[in-house]
């Protein structure tokens, strides 16, 4: 299986019990690329100015509490 359709074709012919194994392994696996996403780009610095403005709007009292 080399492309998306083939492997969406495959998944279709499997029973429900592995198409739920296979999206919990999917979630774990997006969950994953999306934190080392996050670190990667806080290492690079991308984060640094959303991280002052926060720091700078809670200092101002602009925050609030979460419900």
Same mark, same amino acid.
């Given at each position: 299986m080399?492309?998306? #359709?083939?492997i969406e074709?495959a998944? @279709? @012919? /499997?029973?429900? @019990?592995?198409?739920r194994? =296979?999206?919990?392994? /999917?979630?774990? /696996?997006?969950? %994953? /690329? !999306? +934190?080392e996403? =996050?670190?990667? +780009? #806080? @290492?690079?610095? %991308?984060?640094? &100015?959303?991280i002052?403005k926060a &720091?700078? +709007?809670? %200092?101002?009292? &602009?925050?609030? #509490? !979460?419900?």
């Amino acid at each position: 299986m080399s492309t998306v #359709a083939e492997i969406e074709s495959a998944i @279709k @012919k /499997l029973d429900p @019990k592995k198409i739920r194994r =296979i999206g919990d392994w /999917l979630d774990e /696996l997006r969950e %994953r /690329l !999306f +934190d080392e996403q =996050i670190d990667a +780009d #806080a @290492k690079a610095g %991308r984060l640094d &100015k959303m991280i002052a403005k926060a &720091k700078a +709007d809670y %200092r101002a009292g &602009k925050a609030r #509490a !979460f419900p």
